[in-house]
């Protein structure tokens, strides 16, 4: 199998809020310091990427962020008129069909269209050459995803309409798109979650209807924001035994010691989780610490593309 930095797509897909935009950028990050040239895109309402990065707003032209490091943010009107600018090649009639009002609000109920348009955007960074040296463009494109439900209809929708429609231009693009997501030398998909009960179980169920309903190569497992421990096994005995024999008078020690115990037990909790994931995912395990930081800023990111280089070298880790 290849690995993660050996792949030229690569994919972050989880719930709501989990850390996808962050996982995103600190791979893409890890990948620019191997000396790749990278390309960040991230899809949807927000644009984030331009506060971790300390740069100017991110748009549908992509900035160089950090060196070899070049991010882009894409909403689906865009990579419509991108879309239909290459292949109309017609900016007049591109103006005069989609930016009509009527049409433009006809185009948005087409189910999957938005799906294909942003992921056709994705695919066209991926295999874009160089016209003067006949390489790609770029080593890597890392897509920040939009959080699943979205997620999966989002990748499926090749695979949607390459089997509803029998032809025609659409569908040729969907084939190629759905063959690109689907090439193990290329693409990986990998889920990101935080390590707490609700979005472990659904990281669970995800990855079940993923081997079930899609054909995309899965990577890794991103445990986001784990408890680094403050106390080996023996230590968190102690501390517990004393929190038992220390007067509970809500003095200073009295508190501390309650918050060594809250402490040793959440970072039981999160080991209960992380092995539960090892269990019940069948994927290797990238694990990122929690970072308590005021700013979540180009720091925070940098320290997180450093804990991921480090793991995914060995292939990934396990408890
Ligand atoms: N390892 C971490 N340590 C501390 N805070 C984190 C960590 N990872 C993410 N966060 C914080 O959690 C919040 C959500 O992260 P992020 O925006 O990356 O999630 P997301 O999955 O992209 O969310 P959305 O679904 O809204 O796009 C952010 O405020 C981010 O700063
Ligand atoms: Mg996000």
């Given at each position: 199998m290849k690995g993660l930095f050996e792949r030229r797509f690569v994919i972050q897909t989880g719930k709501g809020g989990v850390g996808k935009t962050t996982v995103s950028a600190?791979?893409?990050?890890?990948?620019?310091?191997?000396?790749?040239?990278?390309?960040?895109?991230?899809?949807?309402?927000?644009?984030?990427?331009?506060?971790?990065?300390g740069s100017k707003p991110l748009s549908f032209e992509p900035i160089e962020v950090e060196d070899n490091l070049f991010a882009i943010h894409v909403s689906p009107d865009q990579a419509l008129e991108e879309y239909a600018v290459l292949k109309l090649r017609l900016k007049t009639l591109y103006r005069a069909v989609f930016e009509n009002r009527f049409v433009r609000s006809f185009l948005r109920?087409?189910?999957?269209?938005?799906?294909?348009?942003?992921?056709?955007?994705?695919?066209?960074?991926?295999?874009?050459?160089?016209?003067?040296?006949?390489?790609?463009?770029?080593?890597?494109?890392?897509?920040?995803?939009?959080?699943?439900?979205?997620?999966?209809?989002?990748?499926?929708?090749?695979?949607?309409?390459?089997?509803?429609?029998?032809g025609g231009p659409m569908v040729d693009e969907a084939r190629q798109i759905a063959n690109l997501l689907g090439d193990e030398k290329t693409t990986m998909l990998n889920l990101v979650t935080l390590v707490e009960e609700m979005p472990v179980n659904e990281t669970i169920e995800l990855k079940a209807q993923l081997d079930a309903e899609l054909n995309v190569p899965l990577g890794y497992v991103v445990a986001n924001s784990v408890y680094p421990p403050s106390f080996d096994a023996e230590e968190a005995a102690r501390v517990r035994e004393a929190r038992a024999s220390h007067p509970h008078d809500g003095s200073v020690g009295d508190r501390l010691l309650e918050a060594g115990v809250f402490r040793v037990e959440r970072v039981e909790l999160q080991t209960g989780y992380l092995e539960r994931i090892d269990r019940e995912v069948d994927l290797p395990q990238i694990r990122v610490p929690y970072y308590f930081t005021e700013r979540f800023d180009f720091q925070t990111i940098s320290k997180i593309a450093d804990d991921i280089d480090r793991q995914v070298d060995g292939g990934g880790q396990t408890p």
């Open positions: 600190a791979i893409a990050l890890a990948a620019s310091r191997r000396g790749k040239r990278v390309l960040l895109m991230e899809i949807g309402a927000k644009e984030r990427g331009s506060r971790l990065f109920v087409i189910p999957g269209l938005n799906e294909l348009t942003l992921l056709g955007k994705a695919w066209y960074e991926v295999t874009l050459k160089d016209s003067s040296t006949g390489r790609y463009r770029w080593d890597m494109v890392v897509v920040d995803a939009p959080a699943t439900g979205h997620g999966i209809f989002f990748l499926k929708i090749p695979d949607v309409i390459t089997s509803a429609l029998s």
